[in-house]
């Protein structure tokens, strides 16, 4: 906030007798002749000049003659002339504009609380922030993360408390709109968004359930969803598959939970993926994962390979093997691959 800046007065000056040895000197000149008085001030001594005596010139009767009242006089008139020229000086000092003390390179005296715009603008202008240094590498995409793997203990047990992942993706197809949530389990120190992009991105796949036009998927954070796709610890993972009598602590696998709201999807899979894709193909693991549970939501139970060499059915356990009784397939992570 500015505030009007406070300029310095006049300075007082004691006025009466005894503080003023000589006449008072106006500071512009002599009184008009209407001031002037029998106590007006006398002109100076010259010496080398006289001037005719009047009536009120006689020497008095006491003290020393004429010579010591000329040097009195003389004394006199030069300390009112020193008082003169001193008191002008002040009031001169005093008076002058801050422009012109700038002028003169000198501080123009005003109060140091002054905040007038006139002062900001002779503050210091902070350096821009200087550019980040080059040569750093931009921050991985989408497309490179999801081909990471990532560090996670394979018997890790959460504490079993969720949050729902904030945020509304519409439902970007045809057919019947099926919503959903996500949930993330406390602690478990994946990147939540990195999951949620890829679990929506899969589903709404041409290659996905929603490939037909037959459905499309829309993810919410509030309000009544018809599943919730549920990101947990490896433990936590097995107390609600447990609760649909599945057991997914023998191959560290996920579920569809069916007697509970909960697709889960285990946190140790989801990071490290399994050794029938391989870690050059996490984001194709990732991809079945989602589709295989989900799937099984929808209604859809095991299917198993039948031709040899063939790209294995989403609905095929492929986490656990692609050899089943001896036919051995490829892995495949879509409902439609061919689309």
């Known amino acids: 906030m500015y505030r009007t800046p406070?300029?310095?007065?006049h300075p007082q000056h004691d006025e009466?007798?005894?503080?003023?040895?000589?006449p008072y000197v106006p500071r512009h000149g002599a009184p008009r002749a209407a001031e002037a008085g029998p106590d007006a001030a006398q002109a100076p001594f010259i010496p080398g000049q006289r001037r005719e005596s009047g009536p009120g010139d006689e020497e008095p009767t006491t003290g020393r003659g004429g010579l010591g009242r000329t040097l009195t006089g003389v004394a006199a008139a030069a300390v009112a002339t020193v008082l003169a020229v001193v008191v002008t000086g002040q009031v001169t000092e005093q008076e002058e504009s801050p422009a012109a003390a700038r002028a003169a390179g000198q501080p123009d005296g005003r109060a140091s609380d002054d905040t007038s715009a006139s002062r900001s603008d002779e503050r210091p202008v902070p350096p821009s922030p200087a550019a980040p240094p080059s040569g750093f590498p931009p921050p991985p995409t989408y497309d490179e993360l999801i081909g990471y793997q990532f560090p996670i203990d394979p018997k890790l047990q959460g504490p079993g408390t969720f949050k729902a992942v904030p945020g509304f993706q519409k439902a970007p197809g045809k057919g019947q709109t099926?919503?959903?949530?996500?949930d993330v389990e406390d602690g478990l120190g994946l990147d939540q968004e990195l999951f949620t992009t890829a679990v929506f991105k899969t589903l709404n796949d041409a290659r996905s359930w929603a490939g037909k036009g037959e459905m499309t998927f829309e993810?919410?954070?509030?309000?009544?969803?018809?599943?919730?796709?549920?990101?947990?610890?490896p433990g936590t993972t097995g107390d609600w598959c447990r609760k649909s009598g599945l057991d997914t602590t023998i191959d560290n696998v996920s579920c569809d939970s069916a007697s509970t709201n909960r697709v889960m999807i285990n946190a140790f899979r989801w990071a490290q993926g399994s050794e029938t894709f391989g870690p050059k193909a996490m984001l194709a693991y990732r991809q079945m994962l989602i589709n295989h549970e989900v799937g099984h939501r929808l209604g859809h139970g095991h299917v198993n390979c039948r031709t040899p060499g063939a790209l294995a059915p989403v609905m095929q356990q492929q986490t656990k093997s692609l050899d089943i009784d001896g036919i051995k397939c490829r892995p495949n992570p879509w409902v439609h691959p061919g689309s």
């Open 178 to 182: 099926i919503r959903y949530r996500i």
């Open 16 to 22: 009466s007798t005894a503080a003023r040895p000589g």
């Open 219 to 233: 993810r919410i954070s509030t309000g009544d969803p018809q599943f919730v796709i549920t990101l947990a610890s």
């Open 6 to 9: 406070v300029r310095g007065g």
